[in-house]
């Protein structure tokens, strides 16, 4: 069955310091892989995304993601964190196998960065 | 702002009431969809239009009705919902690429 898992339900750092949320996927073919970001009573904000290519995409608010087609992972990944990006993170997956229209959500992935 | 909005934001609802949810977008996306989001779950789809066309549905119960008048607009009609149906609902536009762009959401809550 296709998946997306995000091992970690939450992710703490300190303001400054690197940050990583990890995805891991189960999917066949070359899909196209995303991370979305859900502030507090608002929706999903699209982030980054990877079609083919260079395996660092780079995407809003300085956030980058890493494709690794051996490990199936695409993690998200920041320099430097910040308090304002403190959110619930998600990783998608569109399989592109058929005609479906599908997006293949993980459980999504709390960060909170401390200051 | 993703161009995708939702009314009402925040709706009460008891078992027995009949009330919709509606989803409007104007970046001439031709594929529009429904989430529900729970507490500690994953997204989860409930249903897809293209072109106005229904393509999907995730096997959703028939107290959840959609309808899509037209491309710009998407409805999701309620009756008889029972509490466990209290959660975030979630409208999106597909753009290119598979990228959907998502609504702030409607909070539901089933008395």
């Known amino acids: 069955a296709q998946s997306v898992a995000q091992p970690e339900d939450q992710v703490n750092v300190a303001e400054g310091n690197p940050l990583t949320v990890k995805c891991t996927y189960s999917v066949s073919g070359n899909p196209y892989l995303f991370w979305y970001v859900q502030y507090p009573n608002r929706g999903l904000q699209f982030l980054l995304k990877y079609i083919t290519g260079d395996n660092l995409v780079k995407g809003s608010y300085g956030f980058e993601a890493e494709f690794n087609k051996s490990q199936t992972s695409f993690h998200l990944k920041k320099p430097s964190a910040l308090v304002s990006d403190s959110a619930l993170y998600f990783c998608a997956v569109s399989p592109r196998m058929d005609s479906s229209y599908k997006l293949i959500f993980g459980s999504g992935t709390r960060l909170l960065v401390r200051p | 702002e993703t161009g995708v909005t939702q009314t009402p934001r925040h709706l009460v609802m008891g078992m027995t009431n009949k009330k919709s949810l509606k989803c409007e977008q104007h970046l001439g996306h031709n594929a529009m969809y429904w989430y529900k989001q729970s507490a500690k779950k994953p997204l989860e789809l409930m249903f897809v239009y293209s072109l106005e066309e229904r393509v999907e549905n995730n096997s959703v119960p028939s107290r959840f009705s959609p309808e899509c008048p037209n491309s710009s607009h998407l409805f999701l009609h309620l009756h008889t919902l029972q509490p466990e149906d209290s959660a975030l609902y979630l409208c999106?536009?597909?753009?290119?690429?598979?990228?959907?762009?998502f609504g702030p959401g409607t909070r539901l809550t089933v008395t």
């Open positions: 999106a536009g597909e753009g290119v690429r598979d990228e959907q762009y």
